[in-house]
């Protein structure tokens, strides 16, 4: 079975997935599964959060955690487009942890939820080696807004600014406290849900939200679309934190920000016709911005150009 993605050892294994599943497996290549119903469609994601991988104890408190894994979910929501309608939330915790503990966990996550305009509707407990939490994400879309779809000529643009969570990340690993932007960027994520449906609105031929890095996300966009995807690096908007961040390493802020992931802003695909002036109305309306970072052309793949030589950058891979 075919599944649209981009490269690297996590996506093969998605594809082996696929090939057990066999037919069943032929509506699978975005992060969210639609079902459609009379007139509209529900929209249902899963996303897991496991300590050790995506988090450190040392890093962030309980409540925390439960925000930051429910955002992540409901960022899903955002990249196809849908209003969040229910959050579903599965821990298994560890033996040692208490009942604050784990209502510290559910605190954040039904903040996060209430953020994006939608509650906790129930879940799982069990008991785990380690905190790991399961957050399952339900919306609805009357256009859901899939990786597929972009065509040569349009435009390729990215909501708010890369590199914050990076920032973060790199100074927790170098065991130092980060900036409070970085910071609030890695533990708090805002999933552009509203953001989504403004793009959708406006003919978005394609969209997905940054988890993994731009080139690991525009290479799932290309792949799904069957389009190559052009990005020059020098127009990527760069996160104040992760400005100070590649600067005090000596290297090249864009690079730096190009190589993050975690921003869960979102990448879209939007017509030609959609040019700087729908870009001011797009911040007006969202308070938020959008950079137009490169176009999609015929072929396949990513082309990353940095002062107009092509770069290679991987993104974050679970299994390379």
Same mark, same amino acid.
């Given at each position: 079975m075919n599944v649209p993605l981009g490269e690297g050892a996590e996506f093969d294994r998605i594809r082996t997935i696929a090939d057990a599943l066999g037919a069943d497996a032929r509506n699978l290549g975005d992060d969210c599964a639609v079902l459609r119903i009379s007139d509209t469609s529900v929209v249902v994601s899963t996303d897991a959060s496991v300590e050790h991988v995506h988090f450190e104890r040392n890093w962030l408190d309980l409540e925390e955690i439960g925000y930051r894994a429910t955002a992540a979910a409901l960022s899903d929501l955002a990249g196809q487009a849908a209003a969040a309608r229910g959050v579903l939330v599965a821990v298994a915790a560890p033996e040692s942890s208490s009942a604050d503990d784990l209502a510290s966990v559910m605190r954040g996550a039904g903040a996060a939820a209430r953020a994006s305009g939608t509650q906790?509707?129930?879940?799982?407990?069990?008991?785990?080696?380690?905190?790991?939490?399961?957050?399952?994400?339900?919306?609805?879309?009357?256009?859901?807004?899939?990786?597929?779809?972009?065509?040569?000529?349009?435009?390729?643009?990215?909501?708010? %600014?890369?590199?914050?969570?990076?920032?973060?990340? =790199?100074?927790?690993? *170098?065991?130092?406290?980060?900036? *409070?932007?970085a910071r609030q960027r890695f533990a708090?994520?805002?999933?552009?849900?509203?953001?989504?449906?403004?793009?959708?609105?406006?003919?978005?031929?394609?969209?997905?939200?940054?988890?993994?890095?731009?080139?690991?996300? %525009?290479?799932?966009?290309?792949?799904?679309?069957?389009? =190559?995807?052009?990005?020059?690096? =020098?127009?990527?908007?760069v996160h104040p934190s992760a400005v100070e961040a590649a600067l005090d390493a000596r290297g090249e802020p864009v690079i730096f920000a190009a190589k993050g992931g975690e921003d869960y802003e979102l990448l879209v695909a939007m017509p030609s016709s959609f040019g700087m002036e729908s870009a001011a109305a797009f911040e007006r309306a969202m308070d938020l911005t959008l950079s137009r970072i490169g176009s999609c052309h015929h072929g396949h793949g990513v082309r990353l150009l940095f002062r107009g030589s092509r770069l290679t950058l991987k993104g974050f891979n679970h299994f390379s």
């Open positions: 906790v509707l129930g879940g799982d407990l069990s008991r785990g080696g380690e905190w790991m939490l399961c957050a399952t994400v339900i919306g609805v879309a009357d256009c859901p807004v899939a990786r597929r779809g972009a065509t040569a000529g349009d435009g390729v643009w990215v909501t708010g %600014a890369l590199g914050g969570a990076r920032a973060a990340l =790199e100074a927790f690993r *170098a065991g130092r406290a980060p900036d *409070a932007a708090a994520p805002s999933p552009r849900i509203a953001a989504g449906q403004w793009l959708a609105a406006h003919g978005a031929h394609a969209m997905l939200d940054l988890s993994d890095g731009i080139a690991s996300d %525009a290479g799932h966009l290309a792949a799904a679309s069957g389009v =190559e995807v052009e990005i020059v690096l =020098e127009e990527l908007p």
